[in-house]
């Protein structure tokens, strides 16, 4: 059966996107979140997104209506009961997950599929809690979602070759790049970029250079886009710690060992952007 509707649960900063391009792409799109807050910037955000887009001349204002009608919002997780898809965005926390895969496993029609976009966790283990591994996969948007091309898709131990076909074509329909990725800690993005901002942070807390010195180094010396503690208030610096340390455990290694001037900072609430403060003021 193909995917027409498609749930995404958590109307954060990943999830408010990815309903974005879904709905962009015809798709008819419910965004889910627990709180109506979010749900409200969440729909803010894309429809502000949609405003621009017109205004820049990348898209119609036929479009932009279109879209607009393949999107509702809503806070019951019920709603899934008609979908073919639903994409998990939600904090990047196994128990926080598992618990919502839980709940969909119970929800959704036998048929659908069940994704996550998490950066780090095993897909193996979130399938586990279901009684329909083989329909579990990982879909790994990138940040900022309407713009960046990739998804990585992750493959469970248990994850049928026709679920990953189903994600990789609907991938394409979105008009991005999807690459397959075997279930690893961090799978490749995060394997290869988390360890880079946290040797940044740890260039700052060893007094080496400040946050804006390490970021010049980085955008005028490597030519990156964001230096690497822009690029981590940007991600969330939560979400950062979440990934350092299921790399740490994941492969036992020091050299993944969370800086502690990160932990100090999530644990001052200094998440970023998203909070206001991180390595930058935002206020
Ligand atoms: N949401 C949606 N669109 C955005 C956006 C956002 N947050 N930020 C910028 N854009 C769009 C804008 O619409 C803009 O186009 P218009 O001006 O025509 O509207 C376009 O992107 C370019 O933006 P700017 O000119 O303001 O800024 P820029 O040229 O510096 O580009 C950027 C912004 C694309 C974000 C760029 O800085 C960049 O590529 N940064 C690195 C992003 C990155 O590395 N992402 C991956 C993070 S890791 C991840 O996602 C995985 C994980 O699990 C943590
Ligand atoms: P965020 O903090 O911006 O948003 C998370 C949202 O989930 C919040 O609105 C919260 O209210 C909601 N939520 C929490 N528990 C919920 C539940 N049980 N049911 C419904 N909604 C719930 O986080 P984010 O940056 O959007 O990250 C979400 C996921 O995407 C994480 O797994 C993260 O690792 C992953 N990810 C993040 C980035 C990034 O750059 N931030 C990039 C790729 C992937």
Redesign the pocket.
């Known amino acids: 059966m193909g995917i027409k509707t498609v749930m995404v649960?958590?109307?954060?900063?990943?999830?408010a996107g990815i309903a974005q391009v879904c709905a962009q792409s015809g798709f008819t799109v419910k965004l889910?979140?627990?709180?109506q807050e979010?749900l409200d910037k969440g729909k803010a955000g894309i429809e502000k997104r949609l405003d621009r887009a017109v205004e820049k001349g990348r898209m119609s204002e036929d479009d932009k209506n279109a879209t607009i009608s393949n999107l509702t919002y809503t806070t019951e997780?019920k709603d899934a009961s008609d979908c073919d898809l639903v994409i998990e965005?939600?904090?990047?926390n196994m128990d926080?997950k598992t618990?919502?895969f839980q709940a969909l496993d119970d929800i959704t029609p036998e048929h659908a599929i069940l994704a996550s976009?998490?950066?780090?966790l095993p897909i193996t283990e979130i399938a586990a809690v279901t009684n329909r591994p083989s329909q579990v996969i990982g879909m790994?948007?990138?940040?900022p979602v309407p713009v960046m091309k990739l998804v990585e898709i992750i493959k469970g131990l248990q994850t049928s070759d026709e679920t990953y076909q189903s994600i990789e074509d609907m991938t394409k329909e979105l008009s991005k790049t999807p690459v397959e990725v075997n279930d690893f800690p961090g799978f490749v993005s995060n394997r290869i970029l988390m360890p880079m901002i946290n040797e940044a942070i740890y260039t700052v807390y060893e007094g080496v250079a400040s946050p804006e010195d390490v970021d010049t180094v980085m955008k005028l010396g490597m030519n990156h886009p964001m230096g690497p503690l822009t690029l981590a208030d940007?991600?969330?610096l939560d979400?950062c710690l979440?990934?350092m340390e299921v790399l740490y455990e994941g492969f036992g290694d020091s050299k993944y060992r969370p800086c502690p001037l990160l932990r100090k900072y999530v644990k001052a609430g200094w998440l970023g952007k998203?909070s206001g403060r991180g390595f930058y003021n935002y206020e």
């Open positions: 649960i958590g109307a954060g900063q990943m999830g889910n979140d627990i709180a979010s997780m965005a939600v904090v990047e926080v618990k919502v976009n998490t950066s780090s790994h948007f990138m940040n940007f991600i969330g979400t979440y990934i998203k």
